[in-house]
Every structure is written in C-alpha cells, then in structure tokens.
C-alpha cells in the first residue's frame, strides 16, 4: 500500500538529542573524553572571564565547537553556524538543546578570540594527553620528532621592502589586488616583510619547491601509537626544526629515565646529537651520509635492533601532518600572527589524539 506524502508537521517532540545519536556513534567517546577535560579546566574559564555583565557564550561550547570544525573540515564560522541550525548531530556534541538559538556568526568570533588570547588550548591538550596516559596508550621511552610547513594567511603581494609604507601605498598603488611584476627582484627575509602577516616568513621545503610565507609547525609523538606529546609553532628558518626539538626533548617527562628520540636526516648534525646526549636522550635519527659527508650518529647507537624500529615509528609523525592539512584544514593557516597559528596548531593535535585514542580503545574493546 502506498503511503501518503503528508506535509502537515508534528506539534510535538517526543525525543531528545541523546536518544537521536546512535550509541555506537564514534563522536560518543570523542564527546566523553571532551568533557573530562572541559570540567579540570573549569578554573581556567573562571580566570578569562569577568564576573559581572551580561553572560557570554559558554566557552565549553565554544571549544566544541571549534573541534568540530577541525574533525569535519569546516571552512568557516558561517559555515559552522549554519551547520548548527539543522544538524542535531553538532546540536548535540556542542551542547545545544533542540529548540535553543544559535549564535550569530560574529559573536562566535569575537568569543573566540578571547579563547585565542589565553592559554585554553595548551591546556586542553595536556589535559588530553593526561587521558591518554592513564589508559596506557602512550609510551614514556620511545619518541619522535619533526616539523612541518604551515602556509600563513598572507599573499605574495604583501611580501614587501621593509621600508616601503604599506596603507598609502596600496590606495595609491591600485588597491588591494594591484598589479605588482617580482621579476628580476631578489627577495630575502632580511629585507622584506610581508604587510598582512608580519611573522611570516618565506620557506620552501626544497630548492626546487616554490617559497611561500609561511610558519613551521613542530610535534612530538611516542613511538607506540603515534600520539602527540607535544607541540610548537616557530618562524620558519634553517635552524627551526632542531631548536624546537631540543626544547621538547626538554620537555619529556621521566626524570632521570633514558629515551630514544628518532627524526629524520635533517637532525643528524653534530651539535643535535650532542644536545641530545647532555639531556640524557638517545638521538635515533637518519643517519646523512649523503655526498661524502659523515654522520654524527656511529655504529654504537645504529648496532641496536631498536634503532630500526625507532626508524620505522617515526613516520607516524607524518600521519599526524598529513591529518592536520588534509582534515583540520591547516594547509593554510586562516589565522594570522605565529601566536594564533600556535594556538590552532596546539587545538588540532589534541582533536587528533581524540580521533586515535577513540579508535585504539575501539580496537581493544
């Protein structure tokens, strides 16, 4: 028998957000994990916001909601806010009740940006890996390290001569899209600095690659599960990767404990292996004895079995990257400043951790 195609709707509901989301739905122990951290971050909040006015946006639902845009590749804060006036599924992670507003893409923003200026997102994600811990799916010995360009929010055209003006210049010089030729012009960090983003700086990975203005995001994983341990945004420059490494290595919690640290050839210099030794960690990077050039890393540290296997853990690190660009949306920044760009780089290793914590505990149940 044919059913009707009625168009008359239900005066009433008789369901709520919880029962609409399956059981086994995968964001249930993401949501979980969410709010265990949310609630040790309590005083935190206390401390960003005043205690008279009129009530804002809870920043619990903010954060919500700022992972959902990284764990489903939404673009934009419009984009978001449109997501949330139909989608019970997002109604129902960020904390919204079924028949509730949602905010004004502007105010989003502007409460957003008072979670950018504190530290809500380091904090976060040490409360994340602090979770991880305890379900013992991180290793305490075995680490790796590498860093990743990050493209900033800043064009070509704003790369400019230091002590060219920038507001005058631009109304006079054809406005915001102008016409500007770099032929024949040789353009250096040490003379230009773009207009748009003044942290930016320009990197290409290679010395056939394009350069582009761009930050170097830094993370440290362990070895048993590719976890983020740690994270960092810097200038990008020749010496970045090693620096950052070496304050992480720092970093690693365990006291007196040995661990290995494996990277790729880019760490084999002398002055890293050195470094590594005076922090009582085991430096098990690619050896580069690429062109005649000798290693820094000898027989005594290559003979052990587990330097291969450090050799073969390592690369999780990339999935992480590769995670990040493709999902989080972070192949080009949309926050300007190295700061900001931290901030959001910190937030997406924590929604990552949150994706590998979810399945490993999915594998083992």
């Known amino acids: 028998m044919r059913g009707q195609d009625l168009h008359q709707q239900e005066m009433f509901l008789y369901s709520s957000l919880e029962d609409l989301v399956p059981a086994d739905h995968p964001l249930r122990p993401i949501r979980a994990m969410v709010d265990e951290a949310l609630r040790r971050l309590d005083d935190t909040f206390d401390e960003i916001y005043g205690e008279v006015g009129r009530p804002s946006v809870a920043p619990e639902r903010l954060l919500r909601a700022l992972l959902l845009m990284l764990l489903y590749t939404i673009r934009s804060e419009r984009m978001l806010v449109e997501q949330l006036r139909y989608n019970l599924l997002f109604r129902w992670f960020v904390g919204l009740g079924m028949n509730e507003e949602v905010w004004h893409a502007t105010v989003f923003t502007k409460n957003r940006d008072r979670l950018l200026e504190g530290n809500v997102a380091q904090e976060f994600f040490a409360e994340i890996v602090r979770q991880a811990k305890q379900r013992g799916l991180m290793s305490s010995e075995h680490f790796s390290v590498d860093g990743t360009m990050v493209e900033a929010w800043a064009s070509q055209k704003s790369f400019r001569p230091k002590r060219e003006g920038s507001?005058?210049?631009?109304?006079k010089g054809g406005g915001r899209n102008r016409e500007v030729d770099f032929r024949g012009q040789r353009r250096r960090n040490e003379t230009h600095e773009s207009v748009t983003d003044g942290e930016a700086r320009l990197w290409r990975k290679s010395q056939t690659a394009e350069a582009k203005l761009s930050y170097l995001g830094h993370a440290l994983t362990e070895n048993r599960h590719g976890l983020i341990v740690n994270v960092r945004v810097t200038k990008a420059h020749g010496r970045a990767e090693r620096e950052a490494a070496v304050e992480m290595a720092r970093e690693i919690p365990g006291g007196t404990k040995r661990v290995t640290l494996a990277g790729d050839k880019g760490y084999d210099t002398r002055e890293f292996v050195e470094q590594m030794k005076e922090l009582k960690v085991t430096p098990h990077v690619a050896q580069n004895d690429s062109g005649g050039r000798r290693s820094a890393v000898d027989e005594r540290t290559t003979r052990h079995a587990g330097y291969w296997v450090s050799q073969k853990?390592?690369?999780?690190?990339?999935?992480?990257?590769?995670?990040?660009?493709?999902?989080?949306?972070?192949?080009?920044?949309k926050l300007r400043g190295r700061e900001k760009v931290g901030w959001l780089f910190t937030l997406a290793a924590a929604a990552y951790n949150l994706v590998r914590m979810r399945n490993r505990m999915a594998a083992t149940a």
């Open 167 to 171: 507001d005058e210049d631009e109304l």
């Open 313 to 333: 853990r390592r690369k999780l690190v990339e999935e992480f990257f590769g995670w990040a660009k493709g999902v989080a949306g972070l192949r080009k920044v």
